[in-house]
């Protein structure tokens, strides 16, 4: 749920769907307003090109020993 909630916070991503029919009802969206998911994948690449998604490969660093977590 949380994923869901800051991936729609982030505009890279939908809201949480609770239910099949709220489900269903986003796809719907998504398909008849493919601007929408142009949308989500210009932010994919936005924030991608900021970091946003670049703390798991640092907690894997950091995991690995190559690293550490002072160095963030």
């Keep these: 749920m ?6 729609a ?3 890279d991503g939908t809201h949480e769907c609770e239910n099949p029919e709220y489900a269903c009802t986003m796809v719907k969206m998504l398909i008849e307003q493919p601007g929408l998911i142009e ?6 690449m936005a924030q991608k090109k900021i970091g946003t998604y670049d703390e ?3 907690a894997v660093k950091i995991a690995a020993g ?3 977590g002072r160095d963030l």
């Design 2 to 7: 949380w994923g869901a909630i800051h991936s």
């Design 9 to 11: 916070e982030l505009g």
């Design 39 to 44: 949308g989500m994948c210009n932010n994919i």
């Design 56 to 58: 798991a490969y640092k």
């Design 66 to 68: 190559t690293i550490s």
